[in-house]
Structures are given as C-alpha cells and as structure tokens.
C-alpha cells in the first residue's frame, strides 16, 4: 500500500476501535481472518495466513504446509526430504511458510467474502464487550436517557445497552419526559447470545438502597450499616440502620443536618415518606422500633422458629402501631421479617391468649421433646431475686424479672425474653 492508502486504513481501524469499544487487537485479528478468507477464494489456496501490521498498515501473505511421510495433497503437504532442503532441523507435524507477493487486487467475490468475514467478527465482539461490561450491574443503580415509550414500557438508553422499564415499575404519581436522565435499578439481568436483556425497576426497594448508598457515604463505607428496608414506592419506606462504632449515631447520619441529607434522596422520590429506624439485635426491642412511631408497647416472641410475634398496644397507639389501612404494621413486619399481629390491651383476654399460646408450646415441644428437656437441664437457671411468689411446680404465677411480668407455671420458654424460665408471661396489672 502508499502512503494514503496506509494512512486511511490506520484511520478506519482507530474509527472502528473508538465506535465500538472494542479493543485494537480483535479488530486487527478480525482483518487478518477476512483477508485470509478473501485470498483463498481468489487464488484457490487452501493453507494461508495473512498478518497485519496495526502500526504501519502493511500486509503480509504467507501460505504454509504441514511436513509428513507421505505426500496425499501437494496444496497441503510437503515431504519431510523437501522440507529440510528449507530449513535442515524441520520434524515431522510441523509446519513451513512461504511468503507470497500479493500486488494482485482481490475480485468482487474475494472482496465481499472478505468484509463478510470482518463485519461478523466485529459484530460479536462487540456483543461480548457489552455482554462483559453490563455482567455485574445486577442490583446496582444505573444512570439512562428515556429513548422511547410504547403502551407498556419505557426503554432507557443506558449507553452502550438498552433497559426495559415497565410502567408499572415507575414511581406512583411521578411522569418521566422522553429525553430526561433517569436513575433506574436493575432488577434482572440476562446475558444472552444477542446481547444482555437487562429490566428495569423504580419500586424495588433495592432502588431506595442504592440511592441512600450513593447519597450518604458513611453507608458505602460501612461505617453506618442498613439492615434492612421496606418500601411502598411513592408512599413510605422504613430503613433500619445501625453502627458498630460508639461515637457513630447512625439514625442521625442517615438524616444529616437539619434533615439535609434525606430530604435530597425525597426530592427524587414523588412524595414518598422514609422512617429511619434503629436496628436491635433483640427482637422485641427491634420490633418496637420498628413500630415507630407507635410507643409504650408489650411485644411478645409467639414462635421463634416461625418468626411470628404479638405487639399489644394501649387505645391511644393502637392506630399508630397499625397505621392507615395497616400499612405500619405491614412495613414493620417486612424490615423485621416477623410476621406481627397488633392487638389493643383492652380487648385481650389473657386467659385466652394463655391457652392460645400454651398449645402452641405443647406442640413446638412435642416436635423438640428431647431436645427441650436436655436444654433445660444442662442450662443454667437465671437468679429470680425477691419478686418470686414461690417455686414453679407449686405456683400458678411465676414472674420474670427481665420483662416486669407474670408468666404462667408451664415449663417452657419465657416468650418475652427469650430466656429459658416456666413459659409465657401475661401482665397481672
């Protein structure tokens, strides 16, 4: 080639490498294979090798033959007695080269075979270095231009890729502009053979993770952690947060200076309330902050195994505790994975509640038989100071000191506080 034409080839294959964000390498190995499909269907050669020069421009054509006993195909073969007339320490299985002049221009068919052959190469690179730049974006929060919308989805340009963005996974209330920067979270993501299928999502409570990720660094670098979160997109959400650092006071770290750093993440958010919560790890204490704003409430542990437990609660935050249309309650339950059922103190009758829950222990312990009485035995009793009325298998009620409450004389667990007493403890007044 001249100058020009070296000039123009270097140009196209910088164009092609920064257009497709493929590296220079697969670009050039994607020349030399069309070049060698186009030589062989212009000479009728079989073995051939062409290499490029990705800084000059300059080509070379070499074909080559395997060295063997016996010669079946001279286009192919070459005997071991010529070869060595070549190059003298040559072995049998491999393989001579011979430079052939290529001042010769390639045919319509050659040619064409030749970007067949390039184009294709190009298009599957391409795919793999989407495919391997979009592999790790599950669960991750991604920025895209809204592109187009048609009855049931929005689609994002998110650069290299499009997303799917149903409408239904869009804030309650919110309208998006064709054109606008949108933040969306990635809920699936496939990698397939045409490229990643990548759906989209502003409801999941993944997406609240990641924006209070992105907005508050002592939760990206750890020093402020979020257990867990629950979320009504576009109504409210509760978060629970904690820190292993004393000096650290996470609730107050999440919402900033006069409330600076939570009311940036709102601002995106439609009106959606967030409650910031303390995580314990109690589970009483963690359901009674997670009731919040809810106060002066008695939880009890039902069933531990099935994660299931009682909030009793006085007329005056009874309504709080449940929230409109049980919507507190139902988000505690979530950010606590219990399931709760709120109760008003002057509707419970405890003799109920106490074969209620009675029979409940009767069965866990006929499925643990074994392993509840060794449990009782080898561990050791806790110290009941002078609030105990009188030794457990001769009185009806047995106080806990840890909870302020009575329990009745079943052998058991105290369900308030977990520890291994004479069962269920039931408030006298």
């Known amino acids: 080639m001249n100058s020009k034409q070296v000039k123009e080839f270097l140009g196209a294959l910088n164009h092609i490498v920064e257009e497709k964000g493929i590296d220079r390498s697969v670009i050039v190995e994607a020349m030399e294979q069309g070049l060698a499909a186009a030589y062989k269907k212009n000479e009728g050669i079989a073995n051939v090798r062409v290499e490029v020069n990705p800084d000059t421009g300059d080509i070379k054509v070499f074909k080559f033959k395997t060295v063997v006993e016996e010669v079946v195909n001279d286009k192919t073969d070459i005997s ?21 002049v290529t001042d010769k221009e390639f045919g319509r068919v ?178 009674k902050n997670a009731l919040s704003p809810a106060k002066d409430l008695k939880v009890t542990i039902t069933n531990e195994k099935k994660k299931e437990a009682l909030v009793i609660a006085n007329n005056d935050n009874l309504s709080l505790a449940i929230g409109k249309k049980g919507q507190n309650v139902r988000l505690a339950s979530r950010l606590t994975h219990y399931k709760i059922d709120v109760k008003c103190d002057d509707e419970v009758n405890y003799a109920e509640l106490k074969e209620k829950y009675a029979n409940k222990v009767e069965e866990l312990e006929e499925e643990n038989k074994e392993e509840i009485i060794e449990e009782v035995q080898n561990e050791e009793q806790p110290v009941v100071e002078s609030k105990v009325i009188s030794e ?34 039931f408030l006298k007044g």
Not at 90 to 99: A, K, N, S, Y
């Open 392 to 425: 457990v298998e001769n009185e009806e009620n047995q106080y806990c000191k840890n909870f302020d409450l009575y329990f009745s004389g079943y052998p058991g667990v105290c369900l308030s506080c977990t520890s291994r007493m004479d069962v269920f403890c």
């Open 80 to 100: 071991l007695e010529e070869a060595r007339k070549i190059v003298p320490e040559i072995e049998i299985g491999e393989t001579i080269e011979e430079r052939l």
């Open 110 to 287: 050659a040619a064409g075979t030749a970007k067949q052959v390039v184009v294709q190469r190009i298009k599957e690179a391409e795919k793999e270095s989407i495919n391997e730049e979009f592999k790790d974006c599950k669960d991750e929060l991604l920025v895209g231009i809204l592109e187009r919308e048609d009855q049931h989805n929005y689609y994002v340009n998110l650069g290299r890729s499009n997303g799917i963005l149903p409408k239904d996974e869009i804030i309650p209330g919110e309208k998006l502009e064709m054109g606008s920067s949108v933040k969306v979270y990635v809920s699936k993501l496939e990698i397939g053979p045409k490229g990643p299928f990548i759906l989209l999502s502003r409801t999941h409570y993944g997406y609240l993770k990641r924006l209070l990720e992105l907005e508050i660094p002592e939760l990206s670098d750890g020093t402020v952690m979020l257990y867990s979160v629950a979320r009504e997109a576009g109504s409210r959400s509760k978060i629970a947060v904690y820190t292993e650092y004393d000096r650290i006071e996470p609730i107050g770290a999440i919402i900033g200076e006069k409330g600076s750093r939570i009311s940036r993440i709102l601002s995106g958010l439609s009106g959606e309330k967030i409650d910031v919560v303390l995580y314990d790890k109690d589970p009483v204490q963690f359901i």
